[in-house]
């Protein structure tokens, strides 16, 4: 117990004294997850919608898929993206091996899945409630997608956060595909890792707290965004 | 007097809607420029007719010949309306039936005027009352310039105010020429508004009266059980 | 406000993302000074070597060494795909395998540290003194718990040897006592600090190690301890974007005077860890 209480206090000196490097790991880890929360966002959403309003042969099958893939093995993914990226490996001559553009792909792989069977659920809710009026007034299941998609658009802000919280916590495929390379690609959460393989675990729980308050101050943030939309816009 | 041939000719329509029969062999044929208010009693097939018409529901046996295709609308008992300001809401319909980008702004702002919502354009829809949400699905229905306006109970869910107001609007629609389908549970609404009533029972149109006629003497057996309230539930 | 807007704003949405992605590819493969991947192995990284000697060269060379820090099996495969441009471990047997096979142009040696058992100070095994082969016999006779890294390492490998080397059959003295981590050197230490159990450890990893528990150690001095690294070029003509020029200047630098006189530099609590030992011409 004691020694977590100092690990929260050595947590604040950390975030107070501003140290560059951590301030740069931290940075990075920022970057890297919200590009990954982005992406996966730009695959899942559309993909989540398309299958909630869509009648074609399979869907349930495609239902169940998506929702297995919210237990995906993180490990695994880490794996088939260093497969595909490593020299030997399909996309090898594009060199991304070990740079933070692995990190993000890998990252994107897991938010994915996530962002569309959520969306998937609410984007099903949201079509039950609209699909008499939106096909009166001409609009194809197609064309519903994107309106869908913006009218949850509340419901939907909370599961991009979950795929950032996804992409912010991922520790095994980030080490994997990104070699955790000090300055290059060495993310809040490699470091952590690396610091409790030296023994030093005052310092990795340090770094946890400094990684928990980052992760809050994004939803905090997310959380004004929305509440400032609803009093404009309603 | 020789009329010409109907706007929408339906034979032999049967609908079937969880093991029952909703619509059993109906056949109808709809004029241009007329007003018919459909009667009958709960569970008479008046909501699935309507919304079978509209082409929300496909029947499993019969036939629906268009004269020539024509713009429709519906308007249902709860208006939906999206997560956006009541004026865009009504851009969204024009937008969706191919208007150009220049006209939407025009069309929707005079359409809300003759509803009497202008004032209250810029606020989100859904924090408007019942009434004024049932004047806005109007005006959304009412941009498209219909030729055929169907509407399902519209006024079933108001307060006699809003449900007075609502009737001025679907009056001054009629008046500029758009084909109205109504139905409703209100005889005194159906004597305002109608000039011609259909009669369903069991899934059948059993009479077609002029509104004057159907009211004073209705010609079936089972118009007249309904008008004293003695109809039994089908 | 225009119907458009909320597709608009989707759009943007998406513009932001795809502009997020590719300013992190361009970053990543363009306008970078140039780099060199190293597979290495997690002792000389969690003892702090690289960190105190690779400016060094950087400052010398203008190269950016990256080292991606893995077991010694590990880093070889690495080299093997042509993951790395140089690889930088110490299992000389695997090595020599290494340039045998073609995936590796000379193998050059570079510096040795030692090994050290380490155990519970109390040493209920009684395995404490200067003879690792006697050490471990007392050690597998008493079942005391024994953490093994198990992950193909040079550490590991070397652990193998030992064994064998005293007439132990692992195979079929094995029991509950000897614990597979399948891990590094560090994450080996931690699982043997907390369930007090005897371990191999490379000396430098040991000292820059903080949870220690009750962890001390029991074996040292061995002349059978010593433990040798080597560096290897990938080969070129097996990865032909291998960055050989760059690799071959860190290679240089690394058996030069300057380099080893950087690693025989570098201390824990006054103790050198590393002794250069290169061979001059190779």
């Not at chain 1, 009166?136 to 064309?143: D, E, F, H, I, N």
């Not at chain 1, 990795?204 to 939309?229: D, M, Q, T």
């Amino acid at each position: 117990m004691f020694e977590i209480f100092a690990s929260l206090q050595a947590a604040w000196a950390l975030v107070n004294g501003a140290d560059p490097a951590l301030a740069r790991i931290v940075a990075l880890s920022l970057e890297l997850s919200l590009a990954a929360a982005l992406l996966g966002a730009a695959i899942g959403l559309p993909l989540g919608a398309l299958v909630a309003v869509g009648r074609f042969p399979g869907r349930r099958a495609v239902i169940v898929a998506l929702n297995a893939l919210l237990g995906l093995p993180s490990v695994v993914v880490g794996l088939l993206v260093y497969l595909m990226l490593s020299r030997a490996g399909p996309l090898g001559s594009w060199g991304l091996l070990f740079t933070p553009t692995a990190i993000v792909m890998a990252q994107s792989l897991l938010v994915a899945p996530i962002v569309a069977a959520l969306a998937r659920q609410t984007c099903e809710d949201a079509w039950r409630d609209y699909e008499e009026q939106l096909t009166s007034l001409g609009v194809s299941r197609a064309r519903a997608v994107p309106t869908l998609l913006w009218d949850a658009r509340y419901s939907l802000l909370t599961t991009v956060l979950a795929g950032f919280g996804r992409a912010a916590s991922e520790v095994g495929a980030v080490m994997i595909v990104g070699g955790n390379i000090d300055g290059v690609t060495r993310v809040m959460t490699t470091a952590i890792a690396l610091e409790t393989s030296k023994g030093d675990l005052p310092l990795a729980l340090a770094l946890g707290f400094v990684l928990i308050l980052v992760v809050l101050v994004v939803n905090a943030a997310a959380y004004g965004l929305r509440e400032w939309s609803v009093r404009r816009h309603g | 007097m020789v009329e010409s041939p109907p706007l929408l000719a339906a034979r032999d329509l049967t609908v079937v809607l969880g093991g029952v029969k909703a619509l059993d062999g109906l056949s109808l044929d709809l004029m241009a420029g007329r007003r018919t208010v459909i009667l009958g009693a709960n569970g008479a097939g008046k909501s699935v007719l309507l919304r079978t018409l509209h082409g929300l529901i496909a029947p499993s046996a019969g036939t629906l010949s268009w004269a020539r295709p024509h713009r429709q609308a519906m308007v249902f008992q709860r208006p939906v309306m999206l997560r956006r300001s009541a004026i865009d809401n009504v851009t969204y319909a024009l937008s969706v039936n191919g208007i150009p980008a220049k006209e939407r702004a025009a069309r929707a702002a005079s359409a809300l005027e003759r509803v009497g919502l202008a004032p209250i354009a810029e606020r989100p829809a859904r924090a408007l009352s019942g009434g004024e949400q049932q004047r806005l699905a109007l005006a959304r229905a009412w941009a498209l310039k219909p030729e055929i306006l169907f509407l399902d109970e519209p006024t079933a869910s108001l307060d006699p105010g809003a449900s007075a107001e609502v009737e001025r609007v679907i009056s001054a629609i009629a008046d500029e020429g758009t084909r109205i389908v109504m139905t409703t549970h209100h005889l005194g609404q159906a004597r305002r508004l109608a000039d011609e009533i259909v009669f369903l029972h069991a899934g059948r149109t059993v009479e077609r009266t002029p509104v004057a006629d159907f009211f004073r003497q209705p010609a079936s057996k089972e118009a007249s059980l309904f008008l004293k309230g003695e109809l039994p539930w089908t | 406000m225009d119907v458009t807007l909320p597709r608009r704003r989707l759009c943007f949405g998406l513009a932001a993302a795809l502009v997020a992605a590719s300013s992190l590819i361009t970053t990543s493969t363009l306008a970078q000074p140039t780099f060199i991947t190293i597979a290495s192995t997690t002792s000389t990284e969690q003892s702090g070597l690289f960190k105190e000697m690779l400016p060094a060269f950087t400052k010398a060379t203008g190269i950016e060494p990256r080292v991606v820090a893995l077991g010694t099996g590990q880093a070889l495969d690495m080299g093997r795909r042509g993951d790395a441009d140089v690889v930088f471990v110490h299992d000389q047997v695997a090595e020599e395998k290494f340039v045998a096979d073609g995936f590796g142009v000379q193998r050059l040696e570079v510096m040795y540290n030692d090994f050290v058992i380490v155990g519970p100070r109390v040493d209920p095994a009684k395995a404490r003194g200067k003879d690792v082969l006697e050490g471990l016999r007392r050690i597998a006779a008493a079942r005391a718990p024994f953490a093994s890294r198990a992950d193909k390492s040079g550490t590991h490998a070397a652990e193998l040897r030992y064994w064998q080397a005293a007439g132990i059959d692992l195979g079929k003295e094995k029991g509950p006592w000897y614990r597979e981590t399948g891990s590094g050197m560090g994450p080996t230490l931690n699982t043997a600090s907390g369930l007090n159990a005897y371990a191999l450890a490379d000396r430098g990893t040991w000292l820059a190690f903080k949870n220690r528990g009750d962890l001390d150690i029991v074996v040292e001095g061995d002349q059978r301890l010593f433990n040798q690294y080597g560096v290897m070029l990938v080969n070129p003509a097996k990865h032909p974007h291998v960055k050989k020029d760059a690799g071959q200047k860190f290679i240089d630098w690394v058996v030069s005077p300057a380099g080893q006189a950087a690693i025989a530099a570098y201390r824990i609590d006054g103790q050198q860890l590393f002794f250069p030992n290169a061979k001059p011409g190779g």
